[in-house]
């Protein structure tokens, strides 16, 4: 058994803390000597409304623990404003959890511009707001531990969730490349996609299973992600009721197009090594994997000309 963990030191915002698994992400580090900053929006699970009430009664919770936290009400797509809580509360920012979230489930031929609109502005801006905010104090301070929230229904895609997936996915390649950007200031970027009971799988999950996925088995592993002893960054892991795997890319041998022959019917040619992922796959994890096969067949080409 390793030592145990602790965030002593360590001030991390987590975006709507109020409720669900955000809660006991604040819960869980407070615990363990984080200064929290508790956001939340406190609105509907469709994105309308305001209450100050879900943030005061986490943070009420974690100072009767004899913790430290401080509320903020704002809507995530005001980065500026939550970090400025957390500075000017405790004067750093180590830990940025981009939690908070929304749905506005649809099918696609049904789905109205505020739908789209909605779950771009708190899931894709707010994840952008919070990160841009907290950026610079994290590379002054040589430090930073950024956890962003996917969904399986952004890495697989779900009926009715065009807009949510969208965002999910677009939140998969935010982190990415902060992952690459924050490497040299000792900043790692991480993501999650989580499967837990809480009021937004309410509508989706039957109780007996919203009950047995609890937010818990979630939370202690945004707390490995958001502390100094992970190493890992640009990670995408899959999680829930206590299991956790990590995700990558798997790419086809693919095939190539026959000299001189760029046809529609070509292509059909070679349609079953593009499609065929048995015939040794590759796992490129960086744009410069994923050159080389473009590189060597135009390099056959310059050859051949
Ligand atoms: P939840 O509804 O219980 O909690 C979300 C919290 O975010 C709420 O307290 C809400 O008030 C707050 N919030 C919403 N919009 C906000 C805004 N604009 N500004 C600040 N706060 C705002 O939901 P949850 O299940 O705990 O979801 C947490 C995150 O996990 C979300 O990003 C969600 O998309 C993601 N997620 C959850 C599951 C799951 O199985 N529960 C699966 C995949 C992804």
Same mark, same amino acid.
């Given at each position: 058994?390793?030592?145990? *963990? ?12 109020? #409720? ?6 604040? !819960?869980? %580090? ?10 939340? *929006? ?21 100072? +009767? ?13 005001? @980065? ?37 609109? %909605? ?10 707001? !919070?990160?841009? /905010? ?15 929230? /996917? ?33 040299? +200031? #000792?900043?790692?970027? #991480?993501?999650?996609?989580?499967? /837990? ?41 899959? %999680? ?19 000299? @001189? ?6 292509? /059909? ?37």
């Amino acid at each position: 058994m390793s030592d145990k *963990l602790r965030y002593d030191g360590k001030v991390a915002v987590v975006s709507g803390a109020g #409720n669900g698994l955000g809660k006991t992400y604040a !819960l869980l %580090l407070a615990s363990r000597g984080a200064k929290v900053v508790v956001n939340d *929006l406190g609105g509907s699970t469709h994105g309308e409304g305001a209450d100050t009430k879900a943030a005061d009664a986490v943070v009420e919770e974690i100072k +009767k623990a004899g913790g430290e936290a401080t509320a903020n009400y704002d809507s995530v797509e005001h @980065g500026d404003k939550i970090i400025k809580t957390a500075l000017d509360a405790y004067g750093r920012v180590d830990i940025v959890i981009n939690n908070a979230g929304i749905l506005r489930d649809v099918a696609f031929h049904k789905m109205t511009q505020k739908d789209w609109d %909605l779950i771009y502005t708190v899931h894709m801006v707010g994840t952008y707001s !919070l990160c841009k /905010a907290a950026w610079e104090t994290m590379r002054k301070q040589k430090y930073g531990r950024i956890i962003n929230v /996917a969904s399986a229904a952004g890495l697989y895609g779900n009926f009715g969730q065009a807009n949510y997936s969208a965002m999910k996915l677009g939140i998969l390649g935010l982190t990415k490349t902060l992952a690459r950007e924050g490497a040299s +200031k #000792n900043i790692k970027v #991480n993501c999650i996609a989580p499967l /837990a009971g809480s009021r937004m799988t309410a509508t989706v999950m039957p109780e007996e299973m919203l009950e047995a996925l609890r937010p818990e088995f979630v939370a202690p592993v945004v707390a490995y992600l958001a502390h100094e002893q992970c190493e890992d960054s640009g990670q995408i892991l899959e %999680l829930g009721a206590g299991w956790i795997a990590a995700l990558r890319w798997q790419r086809a041998k693919g095939g190539f197009l026959p000299f @001189g022959d760029s046809s529609p019917e070509a292509v /059909a040619g070679v349609w079953d090594a593009v499609m065929n992922f048995d015939d040794e796959p590759e796992y490129p994890e960086t744009t410069q994997d994923s050159f080389p096969p473009v590189m060597g067949n135009l390099e056959r080409y310059k050859e051949a000309a």
